[in-house]
């Protein structure tokens, strides 16, 4: 491997180098693993190169190599490891980062690990020795100092011991958990800046600009089994774990200071730059700050949406709507205008497109959907402020500060999709806090009333394990055979391992060769039965599971007989619903090809339900498909159907697989061999069941295409019986309307279009009625009106029930009396009391709606706001309505009509 010339090195030269480095000296260069983590509960995104290893770290997992080198996507916005707030304001943090790493399974330890660190870092980017410095660890709590490390770079590096520095548990000391692999880090220091370099400067901050002392490369030395009651066990076979961000190396090869000046991030700067129509220059400014921001934010947001997030209020999902939504409040207070994100994020595409090939496969998915979200921010905000204004449930705090309520918080959240942080922000604009201990507690009732479980979740993981390494992967011939034979490996009850089962007993059971399908990409598991050979004992399966890869576990109950580990016993698929699940499954690759046909290749999908009785497919629209669409999209189908063309499945490599044009599924994990299915025109990488040939799926109908949520769209469809009963049905409701209404089916829509129109008229009429009610409320109410220097002033208790009957009232006596200051207090249908304050335009000089209905609150036992013109409030206390509209006559020194 030969060295590389520092100041011509691009991030795609360094990125090349690093893994062909490693590969030179036999690791395995393993592509980056996804960021999106669906087998990983305990992360929500990859935050370092080590993920996708966890299992092998473990024990958990064996692979066919022991050493390895990745350049693996990261994101950082949760949990220990969220640098939202700092990014854009220093030169290092971010979202989205590539981190290179190299590994040993067992293989190398300490001194090769070094060694191949030093050798990179001096003779392949050639970075002067003089400029760095490595800490090791210095001993706490018990703990021994890492003296191996330390005489190691002594001896490797010709490091003297002033460049060696040791340090405490929490910066070279790893773990993986409160248990469990653990071991001292050694670290390289690289100094930034020019001129020469004393190591006694180590530990002070870096300075602004980016000058000083910063992390190059961490390497983690698992050495240690951390007990339970806090020892330190060696391991039998000692591990490495190393992580150096791409974009570090990139300043330190590139000659800059800042992470935003390399090649990987200032295209991206200089972009939003231009959109602004604003100078970047390179300082703490705000104004550059948001440039970073918005850089970073669109790297962040073209990976996350790439693998098959979309702007939501969940999980992740909720994480992009944060970033595309922060970086777009960046451009806005840059004074962009116009939806921009977009155009960085397809410059991010063009970049790093060629290295991460998802990028480009799903390009005008990307723009799409960040553009839509764009726009439904910019429309967010606009109703936000408006909801904000309407608002007239506040409390106040023991400062006198307005706060908004928890409740009205997360339903301005859940309802309208306005974000928490966001109306934080605006609070802080306005002088209003809200309650986020609050909102907090709503959202924690609104996520226990949505939650659920799954059968084998984490509390038996570990019987799965146990299991799964006594008996290697069971023989799966689902794709092969619908019965099998084999022997009993394991039976599980109640989270526990037991060697018999009883008649009546709910289980779980293993066998060595199994012809059953276990629930994945989106089909159901089968269903059938498992039985001793002469019949005597009998176990049906309910459902089938697969806790870990290569174990299915069939899950029901046994009817009869008696059932033992090591038991010879036959395994028998439900032939009627597995023919439907297949028929299903085969359909709904062809509605995914034709939806892109008629769609475009922006209807990637999202996700999917195979069962016996039905089908549905998620995918990715902001628009419903018309009639005309879903027709199209039927006849598409149908027409492959009636051609009852042979479908073909080939296993072969997935670089194979894709070169020939295989879809693949957003949020599937494919190995290195896959199953490519040709269904007619479709082709895909799949692991469930099929049916033969096109004809067995026997009719296609789509039921609906309903929106699920943003940017995701659902169709339910249905094919061979289960489409011909929808028909029948809907005949059945066709006849059932018609002769309810005394029409032949025929006559039906012309009909129920007469009666609408009739109800609209009926409609129109009472509104016509309803306007004159409040006119004449209006004429009776103005001998309440008072003068003074040519104001108007009105206040009363009447009769409006509702919010917007109120505030209609209040606006037309506004009008009517200008100028005019109008006050008015109803009692509404739960009991409780509003008030609305309107304030003609001249006059909020002199008095503001905010300051006379806050005021006039405090009688009903309520708060409330809003703006100088137009204000509402609203309290418990009905019984003082009269008391707080006389105040509109007291702030403007006038008696009361009738007091």
């Not at 020892?231 to 990139?250: I, Y």
């Not at 921001?293 to 962040?300: E, K, P, T």
């Not at 709904?588 to 209807?603: D, F, K, S």
Request: net charge negative; hydrophobic share 40%.
């Amino acid at each position: 491997m030969g060295s590389l010339d520092a100041a011509m090195t691009s991030s795609r030269q360094l990125r090349r180098s690093f893994l062909d480095f490693f590969a030179s000296h036999d690791h395995r260069v393993v592509p980056s693993g996804p960021l999106v983590l669906s087998h990983d509960p305990t992360l929500m995104f990859a935050n370092a190169g080590m993920v996708q290893f966890k299992d092998v770290f473990t024990g958990r997992e064996r692979r066919e190599y022991r050493r390895a080198a990745s350049a693996q996507k990261c994101l950082r916005i949760s949990g220990k490891h969220n640098d939202l707030e700092n990014v854009g304001r220093t030169p290092r943090h971010h979202t989205f980062f590539e981190m290179l790493g190299n590994f040993s399974f067992g293989d190398y330890f300490k001194r090769e690990a070094i060694a191949y660190a030093w050798q990179y870092v001096t003779e392949v980017l050639r970075l002067e020795p003089e400029r760095m410095v490595v800490t090791v660890f210095g001993g706490q709590d018990g703990m021994p100092p890492d003296t191996e490390a330390a005489a190691l770079w002594r001896e490797l590096a010709g490091m003297p011991p002033e460049r060696i520095v040791p340090c405490g548990a929490a910066d070279n000391f790893w773990a993986m958990g409160d248990v469990g692999p653990c071991g001292p880090c050694t670290e390289i220091h690289y100094c930034l800046g020019e001129g020469p370099v004393d190591p006694r400067g180590f530990g002070q901050e870096q300075s602004p600009d980016g000058r000083g002392w910063f992390e190059l490369w961490n390497l983690v030395f698992m050495q240690f089994e951390r007990r339970p009651d806090g020892s330190l066990e060696p391991l039998p076979a000692p591990c490495v774990d190393t992580g150096a961000g791409l974009e570090r190396f990139a300043v330190v090869t590139q000659g800059v200071l800042s992470n935003y000046d390399t090649d990987l991030l200032r295209p991206l700067v200089d972009r939003a730059a231009e959109l602004s129509g604003r100078r970047y220059g390179g300082s703490s400014s705000e104004d550059d700050v948001s440039m970073r921001v918005i850089a970073d934010h669109a790297r962040a947001t073209a990976f996350v949406v790439a693998e098959g997030v979309f702007p939501d209020r969940e999980g992740r999902s909720y994480v992009l709507r944060r970033i595309v939504r922060r970086a777009v409040r960046h451009g806005h207070r840059l004074g962009i205008r116009e939806p921009f994100l977009h155009e960085v994020v397809g410059l991010v595409v063009d970049r790093m497109g060629d290295d991460y090939p998802e990028l480009r496969e799903r390009r005008a998915l990307l723009l799409d959907v960040t553009r839509q979200e764009e726009e439904r921010f910019r429309h967010t905000l606009e109703r936000g402020l408006a909801l904000l204004d309407e608002n007239a449930e506040w409390e106040i705090a023991a400062d006198g500060r307005r706060v908004l309520p928890g409740r009205v918080a997360f339903t301005l959240y859940d309802t309208y999709g306005f974000p928490l942080d966001l109306q934080q922000v605006i609070g802080q604009e306005r002088g209003f806090g809200v309650d986020e201990a609050g909102f907090e507690a709503e959202l924690e009732r609104a996520r226990a009333r949505s939650a659920g479980s799954k059968v084998g979740g984490a509390a038996v993981d570990a019987v799965w394990h146990a299991i799964a390494s006594d008996t290697g992967e069971v023989e799966h011939v689902a794709h092969d055979a619908e019965r099998a034979e084999g022997t009993l490996l394991a039976i599980v009850v109640d989270g526990a391992r037991v060697e018999r089962l009883e008649a009546g007993q709910a289980a779980a059971l293993v066998a060595s060769r199994t012809p059953f399908y276990a629930e994945a990409g989106g089909q159901v598991g089968d269903r059938g039965q498992i039985a001793l050979p002469d019949g005597s004992a009998r176990f049906v399966v309910e459902d089938t599971q697969a806790p870990r890869d290569g174990l299915v576990v069939h899950v029901g109950r046994l009817e009869r007989g008696r059932l033992c580990v090591g038991d010879p016993v036959v395994l028998e698929v439900d032939h009627a619903l597995r023919s439907a699940t297949r028929r299903n499954h085969s359909a709904t690759h062809l509605l995914h090809w034709a939806l892109r046909e008629v769609v475009g290749p922006t209807a990637m999908q999202k996700g999917s339900l195979v069962a016996p009785d039905r089908l549905r497919f998620d995918y990715a629209a902001s628009q419903p498909l018309t009639e005309a669409q879903i027709e199209r999209i039927e006849d598409l189908v149908n027409d492959v159907v009636l051609r009852n063309e042979p479908i073909v499945t080939e296993v072969l490599p997935l670089e194979q697989a894709r070169a020939r044009g295989a879809i693949g599924i957003f949020e599937e994990k494919y190995g290195a061999v896959v199953r490519l299915l040709r269904i007619g025109p479709s082709l895909e990488l799949c692991g469930g069941t099929h049916a033969s040939a096109t004809g067995d799926i026997g009719i296609f109908k789509i039921l609906s295409d309903s929106a699920l949520a943003a940017g995701v769209r659902r169709i339910e469809a249905a094919t061979g019986h289960n489409a011909l009963r929808w028909v029948r049905g809907l005949q059945q409701e066709v006849s059932a309307a018609a002769r309810a209404l005394r029409v032949g089916p025929r006559e039906l829509v012309g009909r129920a279009e007469r009666l609408v129109e009739e109800l609209r008229e009926r409609e129109r009429q009472l509104e016509t009625m309803r306007r004159r009610l409040v006119a004449a409320s209006a004429t009776d109410l103005e001998q309440r009106v008072r003068s003074v220097d040519g104001l108007r002033v009105l206040g009363a208790v009447v009769e409006a029930g509702e919010p917007h009957a109120l505030r209609e009232m209040v606006d037309r006596l506004r009008e009517r009396l200008a100028p005019a200051v109008v006050l008015l207090g109803t009692r509404t249908a739960d009991g409780r009391a509003l008030l609305a304050c309107g304030v003609s335009k001249g006059a909020t000089s002199r008095i503001a709606a905010g300051d006379l209905v806050r005021r006039a609150a405090a009688h009903v036992g309520g708060g409330g706001g809003g703006r100088p013109d137009f204000a509402q409030a609203g309290g418990q206390d009905p019984s003082g309505l009269d008391r707080a509209v006389a105040v509109a006559y007291e702030m403007l020194g006038l008696d009361p009509p009738g007091l």
